[in-house]
DNA sequence: CGTAGCATTGATTCTCTTCAAGAGGTGTGG
DNA sequence: CCACACCTCTTGAAGAGAATCAATGCTACG
């Protein structure tokens, strides 16, 4: 562990991801402000419930390190998994505004996750232009996201969807500056089933049959891409 | 024609939507610094474009009246429906803060718009921070749309998808202070199937069977709902 | 009044879901 | 270190539901 992560108070410019919660552009203040306004985060264990449906609405969060998916309770029972959340990625933002949270934030291996209290968030975005440009921006790149998903749920078999969420993943990673061929699902096939409107014994087939055709390697939650053009063709995904 | 309206410039305290378009607690002064940022509206015919996919992303439009649809065009030539608009909804919220245009908007009927630049949108808000948190809210709803549209579109079979629909539609005609259970639908069958991931012929006979058990009646485009807690029940989509 | 687009209805095919069993992996306790 | 139990993932067979293809009926508009 990092002599330097281990005794100083957290400060976003020691965090090697600030340039995926903030605008690269930010500056050293801004920086500052914001830093001075995140809590001290906390390593969460493996099922770690961070917000639940229900509470009261005043933070949203950053993953720093782990990762972690938000779900709702189906009035029948079941789950529905809005989304999974990677180191660099704001989460939460569907609550921003609203009197309680709508899903339930739960962390699917050890992670540690960035407070960022909304009401202090809103205040500083208004001096800090740029903070509010920002807000505005990973809102809408969020909403943008929930439509490439409907694009998957609504776009028919079970092949391009699974294929389509292995790209989606893939560009994350890249995004993240990690290689966008080798892939690690840190959730279970229920959940990525549930994410994708499908039952986890055709994720399970869908991501064979993938195999089976030289695009990936399935070996687990282990997953490598060997023909990224091809995955693409399937996931017929890249009308953004 | 409203001779009020014929005559004067276009002011949001003279839109009886001005209160679903903006907070009700909104001063009368905020309503006239944004009134003075929107242009006079056009009445726009069917099937016009109000803006395309790669647009340059400048502006977000409030409906006025009448409806509209965006969409985006797939790579394999089909065309996802991401949301339908009625009057007092923001349309182009996943563009704010973004270069281009994700999706294209068409009006489904004649339909006046407001347009909102957005440059015009940031600055202000930043001085109203009734305007910004007003911004936030509006995005974060969206969000929370979007996370109902997929547990429709996850949700299994073709009748829960439309009767959860036809709730959701409901819900927004009472909003806007009208009867919620006549409803008309301005668009075709083929767009409804579209957004819910159905084919245009599942739409038809889903709607057939809700009207078989005697939980609506349909007539064309007009639908009556007859027995809205049995359209709940089969929706179970009341988790919000 | 006629035409063109849109909506409904029917028959068939195909995919996914469901139910069920077995395999692989992991963690715990002996 | 091994054995066992638990959980997750995989694989198989049967059934249900929607997509597709195709034809008819309706509506609106010129």
């Given amino acids: 562990m ?5 005794s100083h108070a957290l400060h976003c410019l020691d965090c090697g991801l600030h340039k995926l919660c903030f605008p690269p552009t930010f500056s050293n203040e801004a920086l500052d402000s914001v830093a001075a306004i995140i809590g001290q985060p906390p390593v969460l264990p493996r099922q770690h419930v961070i917000y639940r449906s229900g509470d009261n609405a005043d933070t949203i969060y950053a993953v720093r390190s782990g990762s972690a998916k938000t779900s709702m309770l189906l009035p029948d029972g079941r789950e529905l998994v809005t989304g999974f959340y990677l180191p660099g990625e704001v989460m939460g933002l569907e609550n921003l505004g609203q009197e309680h949270c709508l899903s339930t934030a739960t962390t699917l291996e050890p992670t540690t996750v960035c407070a960022l209290p909304m009401a202090e968030v809103s205040q500083l975005s208004r001096q800090l232009p740029e903070l509010q440009g920002h807000l505005f921006q990973i809102m809408s790149t969020e909403i943008r996201a929930d439509y490439q998903r409907m694009h998957l749920l609504a776009g028919t078999d079970a092949d391009t969807r699974v294929a389509g969420f292995l790209v989606g993943l893939s560009a994350r990673q890249t995004r993240r500056r990690l290689a966008g061929d080798n892939l690690r699902l840190p959730m279970a096939r229920a959940d990525l089933g549930s994410h994708l409107g499908l039952a ?7 991501l064979g049959r993938l195999a089976d055709v030289g695009l990936i390697t399935v070996s687990g939650k282990q997953i490598r891409i060997l023909d990224a053009g091809g995955l693409q063709a399937i996931a017929a995904a890249q009308c953004a």
């Fill in 2 to 6: 990092s002599h330097a992560a281990a």
């Fill in 200 to 206: 986890l014994e055709t994720v399970s087939r869908a």
